[in-house]
T-cell receptor, first 115, second 114 residues
């Protein structure tokens, strides 16, 4: 247990479904992230919430919608996904400081399969 | 082209043997380099983090080295154990961008066999 909890661990959904991934961190960190991990590809940053400001990767399709109600919780809302969106979705948190050397703590991931 | 290249992509080693994983990067200006271990079905876990001024850092049987001049890093695993079977990911941070602009390698897949 790393202190970052993701649910569900596995999700299978059809292309017309609406579902959400949830992430909760118990570390008192002030930044949270969503990453996509596809086979044989580097991790891809999707969204960052840092000090209540949202930063997003412009290449992420609008069918992915993040929500960060407070510094401990992060959601990724999924709507009309495509089969190529099947991947491991990783949540991470960190304590942002001016030094910049902030280690990310990852959750165990949510394995998403889109049929 | 990816800013972080790792080699070999995968390797199989006998239990008890040593191995070395390589990471070359082009990220500039450099801030820090991290090695993560990712077990199958789990999220990455931090092993080491090194800044510009650090040449080597150890975490148990894992030793990371950094040559900021040649932009190369290595992760050495000593006396491998079955539990070392995992993907090892090299991550480089650029100055002034923090965690918003991390460059990830694709990982070195290590399989330790008895």
């Amino acid at each position: 247990e790393t202190g970052v909890t993701q649910t569900p661990r596995h999700l299978v959904m059809g292309m017309t479904n609406k579902k959400s991934l949830k992430c909760e961190q118990h570390l008192g960190h002030n930044a949270m992230y969503w990453y996509k991990q596809s086979a044989k590809k580097p991790l891809e940053l999707m969204f960052v919430y840092s000090l209540e400001e949202r930063v997003e990767n412009n290449s992420v399709p609008s069918r992915f919608s993040p929500e960060c109600p407070n510094s401990s919780h992060l959601f990724l809302h999924l709507h009309t996904l495509q089969p190529e969106d099947s991947a491991l979705y990783l949540c991470a948190s960190s304590q942002e400081q001016s030094s910049g050397a902030n280690v990310l703590t990852f959750g165990a991931g949510s394995r998403l399969t889109v049929l | 082209k990816n800013q972080v290249e790792q080699s070999p992509q995968s390797l199989i080693i006998l239990e008890g043997k040593n191995c070395t994983l390589q990471c070359n990067y082009t990220v500039s200006p450099f801030s820090n380099l991290r090695w993560y271990k990712q077990d199958t079905g789990r999220g990455p876990v931090s092993l080491t983090i090194m800044t510009f001024s650090e040449n080597t850092k150890s975490n148990g049987r894992y030793t990371a080295t950094l040559d900021a001049d040649t932009k190369q890093s290595s992760l050495h695993i000593t006396a491998s154990q079955l539990s070392d079977s995992a993907s090892y990911i090299c991550v480089v941070s650029a100055m002034n961008y923090g965690n918003n602009r991390l460059a990830f390698g694709k990982g070195n897949q290590v399989v330790v066999i008895p």
